[in-house]
């Protein structure tokens, strides 16, 4: 059995295509790729902030190395840490740090294309695993990606610091009444990907692509700037500018193909 699955810039096609289904077309006139991209310059505080992360953020902003490999980079990210609270901490700081948002493959309208050829779920899931961890480590050596890169590197950092993660998927936009629009709905088209983590029996939300910067009207130049909102978010206080199509989440994160 074949499976053709594209990535663009702002869709997560693969569950999609495993799944059988197409994308909600309620309102996706409504759907702009600017929407996509963080443009706000202002910063807030995080809603989860009981910790003081200073010493974890110099420790992290300070690695200097350029890393090839991603289970060398989480080794020295998490090895002086024994909470996963220090180790998630320091993922994010190194992530929101060094990379930045790819805004030329954003106007370059270019898809990735993949083709997997399976016979068992076992056999699809570790071509899924092997195509994640190079499409991480791209971005790793990059050090530029889009929403997707910046959530499936710090996904893959956490996997290898043993702390569960997963793929959020939903839209964003600075506008947050057309967030309230689809807020509630069972389905909806989706622009955006972030992650949820798990520390201490909690799963948060946290969007290392919106903490690390804001891109200028045009979408010509990325702005380096942290932005602690963004972090450690509990479920049931997602971000004004987020909604999360569930649906969704489960599916990218969830995949089981009937083999026929």
């Known amino acids: 059995m074949r499976i053709f699955f594209g990535k663009t810039l702002f869709s997560l096609l693969f569950a999609f295509m495993l799944a059988g289904n197409s994308w909600a ?3 996706s006139t409504d759907l702009l790729a600017s929407d ?5 310059a202002k910063s807030s505080p995080a809603f989860v902030s009981p910790t003081d992360y200073s010493v974890v953020d110099a420790y992290a902003t300070g690695l200097k190395r350029h890393y090839k490999k991603i289970p060398e980079l989480a080794k020295d990210l998490t090895a002086n840490y024994s909470t996963d609270e220090e180790k998630v901490r320091a993922i994010f700081m190194w992530i929101t740090n060094n990379i930045a948002y790819d805004y030329a493959q954003l106007h370059s309208k270019q898809s990735m294309n993949v083709k997997f050829t399976y016979k ?3 056999e699809l899931d570790q071509k899924r695993k092997a195509y994640y961890d190079a499409y991480a480590t791209k971005v790793l050596r990059n050090k530029k990606g889009i929403c997707e890169g910046y959530a499936v590197l710090f996904q893959e950092l956490c996997t290898a610091s043993g702390i569960p993660c997963e793929i959020a998927v939903g839209r964003v936009s600075n506008n947050t009444n057309k967030i309230e629009r689809v807020r509630g709905k069972k389905n909806f088209a989706t622009n955006h990907a972030w992650d949820k983590v798990k520390i201490s029996g909690t799963w948060y939300y946290v969007d290392p692509t ?3 910067g804001y891109c200028d009207k045009d979408l010509k130049k990325f702005y380096k700037n ?3 909102y963004y972090y450690l978010t509990p479920l049931d206080k997602l971000y004004a500018t987020h909604a999360e199509n569930k649906k969704e989440t489960e599916k990218r994160n969830n995949v089981v193909v009937k083999i026929k």
Do not use: I, L, R
């Open 210 to 212: 919106w903490a690390s």
């Open 36 to 40: 996509a991209v963080n443009m706000e």
């Open 226 to 228: 942290f932005n602690a």
């Open 120 to 122: 068992t779920q076992a």
């Open 25 to 27: 077309q309620d309102d």
